[in-house]
């Protein structure tokens, strides 16, 4: 259980406060995680590495020269929202561009995602590394889309060494992908671990038995075994790996044998001891093998063995030095003299972002996307329940509640862009970070990043015509698919947006005027949001959503396909 | 509980394999332990730290330059026997004398007694620390007598720096005592663990409760207290070792705030957030503060919070770069660098001691040295019985049994060691390390170190007269009383032995010869044993011993008065 805290809510928090109180010639605590608390060479790509707190020294502890440059810090097991994720890439960016990396998983990539994409909006260059390295996640063909666990080590120490050797940011995500691509690991559990301030168990592994390729945040694994001895559990983990040693291995292996919190180091020792032997016997050689806890899980019991299939590149990545709060490797000669670097004095904190200055054209422009946005809380206040009864058939009823709570907050802070003379583009990134705070959640995220995706299409400096308006709106649209990882037919906001924006591309592409390309296209929204009711009546038969879901729309693609509704109707009158 | 094992009684053993498999450029493992895997420089002294298994990373993760030269591994929480202590040290040491350092535990001071006792009788230069930092085990005024905990890693790393930084086994034992007076440990406990192989856990803290300044092996603590949130914790920890601020602080402290192994890090750097604040408030500036795990207990659920009051010195050697497989701080720039140590190829094996060359005369001695070897195992087998009576009473009742296995296995080994040509001095040194291993526990190292001691009075190049052999029985008796750190009344061996020598020193230097000496102070061993029982007596109405030890002898101060009886027999018969 977790036995010392003082709130359960404040507690990840005061956990990144405390950390960096006891470190500060590494990391500066800023709104949203930590950075390095030294100036970093200008024009360095930035390695922000992150996800839910809880899994220290993940990711805050790797932070410092050789390896990160900052770590947003979740609620645990939580990815960090956007906001703090925007927030820490903000402060550790230094011209270079930012190399986002985190464990596969559907929250971190909506998260990571959005606030890439109010970076991108900002002219920062932004590439994503997720890490996918549990074996048990999913098929060895679809590696890239297994859930990531103790090798967000090797990768992020790869990358960060790459980094620090001089890549640039094609080279850094060339190089840590190339990791991901490498490395793979298998764990086992025997008994869970308990959330801060939780009376239970997240889970309990049945007494004598392990839980083979159970995730760190107690995802389901692939069976449960008899709780062997430790040389059976380290064969068990090898053996599993052994299946997808690759055709060109060199023979080289990068070892990770990770303890999640409550297996302790002698036993991992143990397991070691018989590891080096089967090691040996299959002709791979340990390169400098890490026994520990690197990617633990509260006091999770359990363990992971990770190997990384290893060329010259990796190696000398992997093996480089390393200085860090809590991993700290290599000759560190090798490295900049810590006196070298200035400790950095200023940081962004958000709320205190600046207001480029616009023109006059762009802020009477944002006045009315302003009119608009006001437009999008009006209609959201007003189907509020119909849209919490839409989402309580197969979700948590809370899509009304989060819509109005998220246009309120863009209001918000669009009024308050507009006081201080925002453009544009301003007012529209200002007013989706706003959404996606206010509203928290899966749609605040999608909206935030919809708002935000819109304003790249737009300026500070100019109007804008018709055709950057719809570029905005696909631009908006593309946001969502891209995050969501949704696809046509998933019963999502995407079965609204996505035929939305064909028919708007076409329309307007065959002469229509933005007003008109808009109705067509709003009605095909509407229309197609009803349709995900046979989607559902069809999937209602199956176990997924159960019976109750039978003929009801997805509130998402319902709420999308009523704001343009009302955004087409808007713009008709505005146009007249 | 432990999850990984793969045998109970080989855990310990397996870990180190494991351990020094993971960590070849740090460590290799010897008989005993691990020792630094390269080449340190000639005379440098050697700091050999260890201690129980089950408290990784103290104190094998501890080896490596600027900290610890070697490591004895004992069993999980029982101390290294005196042989893997010396084993190695004698691979440690390399011309500079040995500086041995463990928390203060009977049983390590017992142990690595022994085997300093061995290592001076073969002309080493030892040093010993017994690091005594828990506040909550003894007075103020007792600070030296009190248990070490977490403190282990402030003083072996101030004390590894200094020797790193120059220092001879003076300075180094200077710093070292200064090191662990200016530290002071605070912990609290909120479950136990539980042994590798056993079925229930050693101790448990009743729910909802905390044990406040419980042992790291379960030892009582001083009171329980109502769980606290985490910032009560702190505070807890915090004014209990503010009591103990001496008046000449500077100021500056190093911080440990120690996970024991089940609180994890997130909740270390919650309760650290808090002892920020508190040691700003009290004027203290922590210096390179540490939070995590260091002296753990296994899995159990604590934490210790330590600060060490540093002066200049001090500081100097707490922020000293140190490379080891578990500890690495500072500017590594100013160690040596790895390539200018040669890799160690030779290693000491026990077993495989060369005999010293001797003469024919010390071989003649050795040979009736032998003989009275034999004829003290005759005589433990003998009383077997009745001596094992005597400690059924009060202790174990094994005492017999493990006179009759310690005196049988010093017979074998010096049987060996005569056939390899040995002297007076090498049969007793190999008798006495044969007696410890064959017979195990307290009476087994004492009996050990007391053959080891009587063989420093004499050599392997001459014969030895009766002023000889009184040295050699005195050094016996000393070593004895030095090592258990028994005094007289405490009803022990030495409440036989203390006596017997101060008669035996008497009548010799009053001009009696030896046979007559010794006879007289037999009697006088003899007698002591006898009162013994009335000491018991006094004591049985206490609780100490209970009613069923009124009037019952000391089994350890008889054994040893009849052997004395029996000696002074044989030599009387012998100067016949």
Chains 1, 2 share one sequence.
Not at 540 to 549: A, F, I, N, P
Request: charged share 20%; aromatic share 6%.
């Amino acid at each position: 259980m977790t036995y010392l805290l003082n709130s359960a809510s404040d507690f990840s928090h005061e956990a990144v406060l405390g950390f960096a109180a006891a470190n500060p010639q590494y990391v500066s605590a800023v709104h949203g995680g930590v950075v390095r608390s030294t100036e970093t060479p200008r024009d360095q790509p930035a390695l922000v590495i992150g996800g839910g707190s809880g899994h220290y020294p993940a990711f805050a502890g790797w932070v410092g020269p050789g390896m990160g440059h900052g770590a947003p810090c979740g609620n645990i097991f939580s990815s960090p929202s956007a906001s703090q994720v925007y927030s820490v890439a903000r402060n550790a960016e230094n011209g270079g561009g930012v190399l986002m990396g985190f464990g596969n998983y559907a929250g971190d990539v909506l998260h990571f995602g959005a606030a890439a994409e109010k970076l991108r909006a900002e002219g920062v260059d932004v590439r994503i590394i997720r890490v996918s390295d549990d074996i048990a996640s999913n098929s060895r063909e679809n590696h890239r889309d297994r859930r990531g666990i103790a090798g967000d080590l090797s990768v992020f120490k790869i990358a960060g060494a790459a980094i620090e050797a001089g890549a640039d940011l094609d080279e850094a995500e060339r190089i840590a992908w190339k990791a991901n691509d490498a490395t793979r690991s298998f764990g086992v559990a025997f008994d869970g671990c308990t959330l801060p301030g939780a009376q239970d168990p997240l889970f309990h592994v049945p007494e004598s038995t392990m839980g083979v390729g159970l995730g760190i945040h107690g995802e389901p694994g692939i069976r449960d075994l008899a709780m062997g001895t430790a040389r059976e559990v380290a064969d068990l983990l090898f053996e599993g790996i052994l299946e997808e040693v690759p055709e060109d291995r060199t023979g080289r292996v990068a070892v990770v044998l990770n303890g999640l919190g409550r297996v302790k180091y002698e036993e991992l020792f143990v397991v070691y001891g018989r590891l080096a032997e089967r090691l040996d016997d299959a002709g791979l050689t340990p390169i400098q093998p890490e026994v520990g806890e690197f990617v633990t899980s509260l006091d999770m019991a359990g363990l992971s063995l990770t190997l990384v299939f290893l060329d010259e590149e990796l190696e000398r990545h992997w093996t480089a030095p390393v200085d860090t709060p809590a991993y700290r490797r290599g000759d560190l000669r090798e490295l900049p003299a810590k006196n070298e670097h200035a400790t950095r004095t200023e940081f962004f904190t958000p709320g205190a972002e600046p207001v480029p200055t616009a023109t006059a054209e762009s802020r009477s422009l944002a006045a009315s996307l302003h009119e608009i946005v006001k437009l999008l809380e009006s209609v959201c206040a007003e189907h509020e329940d119909e849209l919490g009864r839409l989402d309580a058939v197969a979700g948590d009823g809370d899509h009304g509640q989060g819509m109005v709570l998220g246009s309120r907050g863009a209001v918000e802070a669009g009024r308050e862009a507009l006081n201080r003379g925002a453009g544009a583009r301003t007012l529209l990134v200002h007013a989706g970070t706003a959404w996606a705070e206010s509203a928290g959640g899966t749609s605040g995220a999608l909206w935030g990043s919809a708002l935000t995706a819109a304003g790249r299409a737009l300026s500070d400096d100019a109007s804008a015509d018709a055709a950057a308006g719809v570029e905005a709106l696909l631009n908006a649209v593309e946001a969502v698919q891209r995050l969501g990882g949704a696809k046509l037919g998933d019963k999502t906001m995407v079965d609204a947006a996505a035929p939305f924006a064909a028919e708007l591309q076409a329309r307007f592409e065959g002469g229509a005027d933005l007003p008109s390309a808009l109705t067509s296209a709003a009605g095909v929204a509407t229309r197609a949001a009803a349709e995900t009711a046979e989607l559902r009546a069809r999937l209602g038969r199956s176990r997924v959503l159960g019976d109750k879901s039978l003929g009801t729309p997805d509130p998402g693609a319902t709420s999308f396909a009523l704001l343009m509704e009302a955004l087409a109707e808007h713009l008709k009158k505005a146009s007249r």
